[in-house]
């Protein structure tokens, strides 16, 4: 756990790191974004594909 906490840390501490964290907030950001969406949408997509499959239905 050491080595880990170590590893993790000098990244964040150089340049490399600063990048590190940057893609971490934006990948947070993405999936924030993502979750809203479906949170919203899924009530709307799920009826557009009950509808689609009642079309199928005999």
């Known amino acids: ?3 880990l906490y170590l590893w993790l840390r000098n990244r ?3 340049e490399e790191g600063q990048d590190l964290a940057e893609y ?3 990948f947070a950001l ?3 974004v993502a979750v809203g969406a ?3 949408l899924g009530g709307n ?3 557009v594909f009950n509808n ?3 079309a ?3």
Do not use: E, N
């Open 1 to 3: 756990m050491t080595h």
């Open 12 to 14: 964040l501490v150089r």
């Open 24 to 26: 971490a907030l934006l």
């Open 30 to 32: 993405i999936a924030l």
């Open 38 to 40: 479906v949170t919203l």
């Open 45 to 47: 997509v799920a009826t």
């Open 52 to 54: 689609i499959a009642g």
């Open 56 to 58: 199928f239905s005999p």
